[in-house]
């Protein structure tokens, strides 16, 4: 267990507290403090979470502590947190169910090559550059839709800038995840 894989799990310990301040303790139930700073507090341990997405893989490849648990971790740890954050913003009516059921399911089609690939020949597929770009662009929009109601986000708020990030990232969600399929379809000959 390196520092990498323990800046992942770090992340994945993050999300029910991201949860608790997003939509209230108990959920669905707010107090004061909670309608009125529970949404910036959340934004902030989202940052968190996604700053340490980016440490653990730089320090992975820096210091060659690439391991194939931090390969398979570490894609799942982003898209737990990306899409608990996502379903809070639809019920928030933020985002667009539909776009989030697209990056739902793109994520469960990785997901299934993944586990065919592993328990096939047991190679652990990492994440390609477009699918990190997608999950930069996710991270973004889901940032700057936490942060809309902030009082110096008149500029965001007015531009609906998350909202432009937002479909950016379905279409490169789409883009990766067909450029996936193609580039792994030999793992669903069976």
Do not use: C, H
């Not at 210091?63 to 799942?76: A, E, S």
């Not at 639809?90 to 994520?107: C, N, Y």
């Not at 020949?121 to 477009?130: P, Q």
């Not at 940032?143 to 937002?166: E, G, M, Q």
């Amino acid at each position: 267990m390196n520092l990498p894989n323990k800046i992942t799990l770090f992340r994945v310990f993050l999300i029910p507290v991201f949860l608790v301040f997003a939509l209230g303790l108990p959920f669905g139930v707010g107090t004061d403090f909670f309608a009125v700073y529970g949404t910036y507090i959340a934004a902030t341990i989202f940052i968190i979470a996604s700053v340490s997405d980016f440490a653990d893989g730089f320090i992975a490849r820096k210091y060659n502590l690439v391991t194939n648990f931090g390969k398979f971790m570490d894609p799942i740890a982003d898209k737990i947190l990306v899409i608990s954050a996502m379903l809070v913003l639809v019920k928030q009516d933020v985002f667009s169910a539909l776009g989030v059921i697209i990056i739902v399911a793109r994520e469960f089609m990785v997901s299934a090559i993944r586990m065919m690939a592993a328990s096939g020949d047991g190679n652990v597929i990492a994440a390609d550059k477009v699918g990190k770009i997608k999950t930069v662009f996710q991270m973004l929009a889901v940032i700057f839709a936490l942060l809309r109601d902030f009082p110096f986000s008149l500029v965001f708020k007015s531009f609906y800038v998350y909202d432009v990030l937002f479909w950016i990232s379905v279409v490169l969600t789409i883009w990766s995840g067909v450029e996936y399929l193609v580039r792994n379809r030999r793992y669903l000959r069976g």
